[in-house]
């Protein structure tokens, strides 16, 4: 039992607070900024403490553990005890002695900024916010009062410094803060520690109404006018334990109103000490069955929602035997969803008008977005309106962000962190590449009209942007030039990732058959090395291995398998395409022939460009075309950009240039 409570709090000291070790932890409140910039870092000077400092908290979890005993010790000496140097006198010092160091260390501990939510480690700033908000009650709470009290008294009996000595309750803020943060550690009942905190909270208030109700009648002149002498006469000679346990008789009797008469106020003082005590124990009672009541019938409402989803999840992955891998993926994401939604990132953006929105998301992603290699040498207005239609989201350490195979719905672009491209291969997953900041990853599925070619998983806390593929259609559609654009860029890309030859293709043609639907998957499914070949293993093994690539292992896959067999694929690829393709052929002659000019004929599309030179002179009259155009006069070079029921227009060498008077 003692090496699990041990356990817990070293858990609680270091993994729910340390962030300076990565920036991926869920579990403190550092979160990276909407618009991260690619060269943002979250390293910190050398001198400086970070505040999710694994050391740095057990230093605070120390720090509480003397707030503790202060919260009893100057009440309790405040009333019954005498200053004196003895054993206690020295105990006190020393603890003041830890609270002046933590002074000092507070000027080279980093905070985080409330409004922009970032780790500051400016030294001037640290400085600066600490001296105007806690630096003057921490001094006055640490000042040796009693030292003092003897050193310019001479005696024991300074009341006014005794009155000073009780300014050492101020630290009790740090209790409070560590409540705070146990309400927000699942590893803990959130139940029971609400009630640990409304205990506490009831018995410092009787401890310290018990002693300031025994200081009055201590120095009241008449001893026998006071609730305590009317009882016990000559109550000074009474040992200490004994007056201290009737104090906190008095006070739990006054407190919760059935006091039984017997210890009563005598004198004014005590009457008016009482009237105060009574009144504030109004507010006390308030205070406790509020949150009592809140506790029992309503929950905790967000945070307490937060901790029931956290175990439905765990629950439904128990109930459904899933992998620890899924298990953790689901709370880190729940953990996270809780932490943005604190924020109201999302909701302040959805409130505002499109256009007050629009310029928001453009000031933060723009500086992402326009370095993206995709979108190079496209036009300000564009961009414009691809980032308006993007959406920030948080991703956790270690979450799947797009499945391998998965339909493709969306594009991506990091803005913080890094994420791993990972393809299943013999059966395990291989990570064949990582994209950082500032990078795109999920343009092959959305433009090629492919399933996902891997999954990509988030190494770090990670901040993306995410398009939708139906907006970015609409985008492009109202943009042609800029659609052609992002083609050439996404086919030179992919061209020097894998390159098996192809001749080039007109990306004004690929952006009409993405747009339309057309085979631009077919080549693409060619020109990104996604790739299903069935290969035979070893004399020793012969069963059959299912083997899947991507740009990012053209190089290590073209080595295991011979270019013969990348070659064929393509080449069965390209036939598949050609094949069965039906167009008609149009014989272009001089204005002076027009009847011959309606001649057509619908013909099977050869497999190159010879041919159909060859079968349109035989079909149309014995005539010699050397060239070929589309019904856009277009010139084509390359049979396979011809799709199934196009016009194709043959010319012969003094026919050149006439196209512009076909219909």
Aim: glycine share 6%.
């Amino acid at each position: 039992m003692l090496f699990s409570c041990v356990k817990s709090i070293q858990r609680f000291c270091n993994d729910e607070f340390q962030m300076q070790s990565s920036s991926s932890s869920l579990s403190g409140n550092l979160l990276p900024s909407l618009g991260a910039r690619i060269n943002q870092t979250t390293k910190r000077r050398k001198s400086i403490v970070s505040p999710f400092n694994s050391h740095y908290r057990l230093w605070e979890m120390f720090l509480i553990l003397l707030v503790l005993y202060s919260a009893w010790i100057y009440p309790f000496e405040f009333a019954f005890l005498k200053y004196k140097q003895d054993a206690l006198f020295i105990i006190n010092n020393v603890v003041d002695g830890f609270f002046a160091i933590d002074i000092v260390l507070t000027f080279f501990v980093a905070y985080l900024d409330p409004r922009s939510y970032l780790l500051i480690d400016d030294p001037k700033k640290i400085a600066t916010r600490y001296l105007s908000t806690w630096f003057i009650f921490d001094v006055c709470s640490t000042v040796p009062w009693q030292p003092l009290s003897l050193l310019f008294t001479r005696h024991s009996s300074g009341f006014g410094f005794k009155i000073l000595n009780m300014l050492r309750l101020w630290r009790l803020r740090r209790v409070s803060s560590l409540f705070a943060r146990l309400e927000k550690d699942t590893r803990f009942n959130y139940f029971w520690t609400r009630c640990t905190k409304l205990i506490s909270v009831t018995l410092f208030a009787v401890h310290c109404a018990g002693c300031i109700n025994y200081l009055i009648a201590d120095r009241y002149p008449d001893p026998k006018r006071t609730w305590i002498g009317a009882v016990t006469e000559n109550f000074k000679e009474e040992r200490l334990w004994d007056r201290y346990v009737m104090s906190i008789y008095w006070s739990i009797t006054t407190l919760t109103t059935t006091g039984y008469g017997d210890l009563h106020a005598e004198n004014p003082r005590e009457m008016l000490f009482d009237i105060f005590y009574m009144l504030f124990n109004l507010g006390l009672t308030a205070y406790l069955i509020g949150n009592m009541t809140n506790l029992v019938v309503h929950g905790t409402n967000r945070t307490r929602n937060f901790r029931d989803t956290v175990q439905a999840a765990s629950e439904f992955a128990s109930r459904n035997q899933l992998p620890p891998r899924i298990e953790d993926q689901m709370l880190s994401h729940i953990r996270l969803r809780f932490k943005t939604e604190g924020l109201k990132q999302q909701e302040t953006l959805t409130s505002l008008p499109k256009a007050i929105r629009s310029s928001i998301t453009n000031y933060l992603f723009f500086p992402i977005v326009h370095k993206v290699n995709l979108f190079q040498g496209v036009s300000l207005d564009f961009l414009f309106q691809l980032i308006s239609e993007m959406q920030a989201e948080y991703f956790p350490p270690m979450e799947d962000v797009v499945l391998q195979n998965e339909t493709p719905t969306d594009l991506y672009i990091l803005v913080s962190g890094a994420v791993d491209m990972i393809a299943y291969v013999d059966g395990n997953d291989k990570v064949a590449g990582t994209a950082v900041a500032g990078e795109m990853f999920g343009e092959i599925g959305v433009l090629c009209h492919r399933p996902q070619p891997f999954t990509v998983r988030t190494r770090d806390l990670s901040q993306i942007l995410r398009l939708n593929r139906i907006s970015l259609v609409n985008i492009i559609k109202a943009n042609m030039n800029d659609g052609r654009i992002i083609m050439n860029n996404f086919y030179q890309k992919q061209k020097g990732s894998l390159d098996f030859g192809e001749p080039d293709i007109d990306p004004g043609f690929m952006l009409k058959e993405w747009l339309d639907g057309g085979p631009l998957g077919e080549r693409c499914f060619c020109h990104v090395g996604y790739q299903e070949e069935t290969v035979n293993q070893s004399r020793n093994d012969k069963n059959q291995l299912r083997r899947r690539g991507s740009p990012y292992l053209a190089d290590s896959w073209l080595a295991t398998n011979s270019g013969s067999n990348s070659s064929n694929h393509c080449n069965d690829v390209r036939g598949r395409i050609s094949i069965d393709k039906r167009v008609t052929i149009h014989m272009h002659v001089q204005k002076s022939n027009r009847s011959q000019e309606q001649l057509r004929k619908l013909i099977i599309l050869p497999e190159s460009l010879e041919e159909l030179f060859r079968i349109g002179g035989q079909k149309l009259g014995g005539r010699h075309p050397t060239k070929v155009v589309n019904g856009e006069n277009a010139e084509i070079d390359d049979i396979s950009v011809v799709r199934d029921g196009d016009h194709l227009f043959l010319l012969e060498n003094e026919c050149e240039g006439a196209r512009n008077d076909v219909t």
